[in-house]
């Protein structure tokens, strides 16, 4: 789909075409490991739902050095190679791919999993939020296959109605989890991240892919929860605050040519096509002025 004119005056989509990012998520991988150092002593780490490839660009750039296959990106989308990243294509929802990646990592497990996946967005929020929820938990279903004591785990979320029972879900599996809202994450939307540091299963825990976390009832009076099993998830925004703010618009430099530039000099110049509507002419004639 062609970009429109506002996401040319995104500060973030321009910055990312300067740098050679596939696209702005770029910078939210680059704030949060700002504020989280994500990839600190990382060297094996899998980018779930990776297509277009900024986040594993970024990650084959900050863990790179390390060879082919150090970086796993899965997505349902092909996407163009880049150096050092192993890619499959598949969805993370289904035994197969979840299967094909865990293989993968047998004997030698990731320190870092990410997912920004989303689904296609419907504009009915309850759905919107439990598709999202799905893909989160599908994550954290292959994450705890492959992720090595103490590794982290990011992952996209919808800040929605069930959002606490997710992390009550990640409590479970980390010793610490976050919610994070990078500086280039537009706060017009529902979306944050949740960083889930310190994995550490519950003792006895296996894990079993025929046993995906993400099938459950979604009782509603689940979500209430309370007492000990009640956790409040701190809320951090990221990114340095003199950064750009990504719901403003900022002067171009340098001043892009707009396609409608012509129409303005020609309105300047009091010749832009105007309608006539006249017992002569048929309604709708345009006509030039001054030509
Ligand atoms: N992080 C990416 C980047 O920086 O280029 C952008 C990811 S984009 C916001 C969301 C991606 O999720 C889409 O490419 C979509 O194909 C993928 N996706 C959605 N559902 C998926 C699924 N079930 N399995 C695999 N990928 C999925």
Same mark, same amino acid.
């Given at each position: ?40 002593? &990382?060297?094996?780490?899998?980018? +779930? *739902? %990776?297509? #277009?490839? @900024? ?116 409590? &479970?599996?980390?010793?610490?989890? +976050? *919610? %994070?809202? #990078?500086? @280039? ?45 009640r956790i409040i998830v701190p ?57």
């Open positions: 789909m062609g970009r429109t004119s506002k996401d040319k005056r995104d500060v973030y989509y321009r910055l990312a075409k300067e740098n050679g990012w596939r696209a702005r998520s770029a910078f939210k991988l680059l704030q949060l490991d700002e504020e989280f150092q994500l990839f600190q002593g &990382v060297t094996r780490a899998v980018d +779930l *739902c %990776a297509a #277009p490839g @900024s986040w594993s660009q970024v990650l084959s750039q900050k863990i790179g050095g390390q060879g082919s296959g150090h970086v796993v990106a899965v997505d349902l989308q092909a996407m163009a190679p880049i150096p050092g990243v192993l890619q499959i294509q598949g969805d993370i929802t289904q035994l197969s791919t979840a299967k094909e990646i865990i293989q993968h990592f047998e004997g030698c497990p990731a320190d870092l999993v990410v997912c920004d996946g989303a689904p296609d967005v419907t504009g009915l929020h309850d759905v919107d939020e439990y598709m999202q929820a799905q893909l989160l938990l599908a994550a954290l279903n292959i994450a705890t296959h492959v992720l090595k004591p103490g590794g982290c785990f990011v992952a996209k979320i919808f800040r929605g109605r069930d959002v606490t029972l997710i992390y009550s879900q990640l409590r &479970v599996f980390f010793s610490s989890v +976050l *919610c %994070a809202k #990078p500086r @280039s994450s537009r706060n017009s939307s529902i979306e944050a991240f949740a960083v889930c540091q310190g994995y550490d299963p519950p003792q006895g825990f296996l894990p079993d892919l025929t046993k995906p976390l993400l099938d459950h009832s979604y009782d509603p009076d689940f979500n209430q929860l309370d007492g000990p099993t809320f951090v925004t990221c990114g340095d605050l003199s950064s750009y703010d990504s719901d403003r618009s900022y002067p171009l430099d340098p001043p892009i040519s707009p396609p409608y530039q012509e129409a303005c000099t020609l309105k300047k110049k009091g010749r832009l096509a105007k309608e006539i509507r006249s017992q002569d002419c048929p309604i709708n004639t345009v006509d030039t002025l001054s030509q």
